[in-house]
T-cell receptor, first 113, second 113 residues
């Protein structure tokens, strides 16, 4: 069965600093990988996704992520964070078929002024 | 606008009562999903449906029921058999024509007192 690990429950970053959120997955074949962001009490918004091809994918709001098969990782990065980036971030993996996504437990991002 | 609409946003019910959460999508998506979110637990799949009149149990289906009588609608009933129903519930959908991206509604808060 597939699984996703987000090792950091909370991360605090100063505004303007760079950001990297870690995600490791377990899946037997090439996975479909996603990053979602959730503001308090809201649904999930898709930031970016990886299906195949270029391992560095660009998303919305200035985010990017790099798929590294050898490390089973799909880390999310942003060169300079803004206060509005404070939210919960979820990494997810999807196998074939329609049985939904498997999510990590999320990383709560706090932005310091 | 196209999207996924969940209602109500907030719902309070007495213990032992069944409640139904509505999910409607106008994206013409084939697959629909229900997830439950608890603090620190990420999202867990309750039920999913790939086509009308068909649905499958997810990881935590006990105490829940669904129906899929129309393509655009996938209501979730939280029954009195669900031992801990207070949670945030998210509905999602995915295009069946080769699409692997899952999109989410804004969620419904259920509080059982």
């Amino acid at each position: 069965a597939q699984s996703v690990t987000q090792p950091d429950i909370h991360i605090t970053v100063s505004e303007g600093a760079s950001l990297e959120l870690r995600c490791n997955y377990s899946y037997g074949a090439t996975p479909y990988l996603f990053w979602y962001v959730q503001s308090p009490g809201q649904g999930l918004q898709l930031l970016l996704k990886y299906f195949s091809g270029d391992t560095l994918v660009q998303g919305i709001k200035g985010f990017e992520a790099e798929f590294k098969r050898s490390q089973s990782s799909f880390n999310l990065r942003k060169p300079s964070v803004h206060w509005s980036d404070a939210a919960e971030y979820f990494c997810a993996v999807k196998g074939g078929g329609a049985d939904g996504l498997t999510f990590g437990k999320g990383t709560h991002l706090i932005i310091q002024p | 606008d196209g999207g996924i609409t969940q209602s109500p946003k907030y719902l309070f019910r007495k213990e032992g009562q069944n409640v139904t959460l509505s999910c409607e999508q106008n994206l013409n998506h084939d697959a629909m999903y229900w997830y439950r979110q608890d603090p620190g637990q990420g999202l867990r799949l309750i039920y999913y449906s790939q086509i009308v009149n068909d649905f499958q149990k997810g990881d935590i289906a006990e105490g829940y029921s669904v129906s899929r009588e129309k393509k655009e609608s996938f209501p979730l009933t939280v029954t009195s058999a669900q031992k801990n129903p207070t949670a945030f519930y998210l509905c999602a959908s995915r295009s069946g024509t080769g699409g692997n991206t899952i999109y989410f509604g804004e969620g419904s808060w259920l509080t059982v007192v």
